[in-house]
């Protein structure tokens, strides 16, 4: 079934799941040491999540057993992970110390990087997934190594107005994460976001984000047919799923300005970096497969002013 207008998900189902996805890729960076990326709260959060088969990949228990696509996966994610975490010290370095990080899912930044004792890191997300998430890493003793100010929104909603009640200051430069986002969005929606950054932003603000295509009805059947074969070999292996997403129906097709055209539109200076030029940088094999479904990625950072 398809996303609706008001639908609702936790982190085992739906739209929610790709963050548990995405958590068990950077636990099999982090093991393997893919890309430099060292990310020590992920496998605990995919286990606390619950999925079976995504606690064994993040644990490491398939071994040689593990699927090459997920092995690629797990490269892809690595590379998205150290270009994003270097947004953020590239920014801390420029003297921004408001950062924003949208539909942050598992994302656990605000423990792991380095931040210095004045930055503000707000992370926005539905309150199921921020309550999940902050109750589990107490738990596990971490500290927010930044003032951290989570807000339980859906982006749905007036978003813009809970991040100011939190404290945001828009007259001051902010950093604005989206990472993984812009894709689950319808194309109106997604123009709608960019716009309330750029209303919440000073001069000097930057964003992360990644370059969505146009995707087509014939786009998203191809893809559920390739995801179904693909989730046929990982359960031939004997490895449970738990309940079964078809990916593509998590996407909406229809046309849809690509978020650098987008940004250059309203003001913001674009700098594009491909995922082929990533794996590059960081050392991993090139991809003959792709690097994503909608082939090679193209990473956005801006400036705005």
């Not at 001051?172 to 709608?192: S, V």
Request: aromatic share 8%; hydrophobic share 40%.
């Amino acid at each position: 079934m398809g996303r609706t207008e008001n639908d609702t998900w936790d982190l085992a189902s739906s739209v929610g799941v790709t963050a548990t996805v995405v958590a068990m890729q950077r636990a099999i960076a982090t093991r393997s040491g893919i890309a430099g990326v060292k990310d020590p709260y992920a496998e605990p959060l995919v286990s606390a999540v619950g999925v079976p088969t995504y606690i064994r990949h993040a644990r490491g228990a398939y071994g040689d057993e593990t699927p090459v696509d997920a092995v690629r996966m797990a490269d892809g994610i690595a590379a998205r992970t150290r270009w994003f975490d270097e947004f953020v010290t590239d920014a801390l370095a420029a003297g921004i110390r408001q950062f924003v990080i949208l539909a942050s899912g598992l994302d656990s930044r605000a423990y792991r990087l380095p931040w210095p004792a004045d930055a503000t890191v707000y992370e926005l997300d539905r309150a199921e997934v921020i309550t999940f998430k902050t109750r589990t890493l107490a738990d596990l003793g971490a500290v927010p190594g930044a003032e951290h100010r989570p807000i339980a929104v859906d982006l749905r909603d007036d978003w813009p107005a809970a991040l100011r009640g939190a404290g945001h200051e828009a007259g001051r430069p902010t950093a604005w994460l989206a990472e993984g986002l812009l894709i689950y969005l319808p194309p109106a929606a997604q123009d709608r976001l960019l716009d309330n950054i750029t209303e919440c932003s000073a001069a000097g603000s930057r964003i992360a984000t990644e370059n969505t295509p146009t995707v087509s009805v014939e786009d998203l059947r191809e893809m559920s047919e390739r995801m179904r074969a693909t989730q046929r070999e990982w359960r031939a292996k004997g490895m449970d799923l738990g309940a079964e997403v078809d990916v593509a129906e998590l996407f909406y097709a229809g046309d849809r300005t690509e978020a650098a055209t987008y940004l250059a539109g309203i003001g913001w200076t674009t700098t594009p970096r491909t995922g082929s030029e990533l794996f590059a940088d960081y050392g991993l094999a090139p991809s003959a497969e792709g690097l994503s479904s909608f082939g090679d990625v193209v990473y956005v950072s801006a400036t705005l002013g």
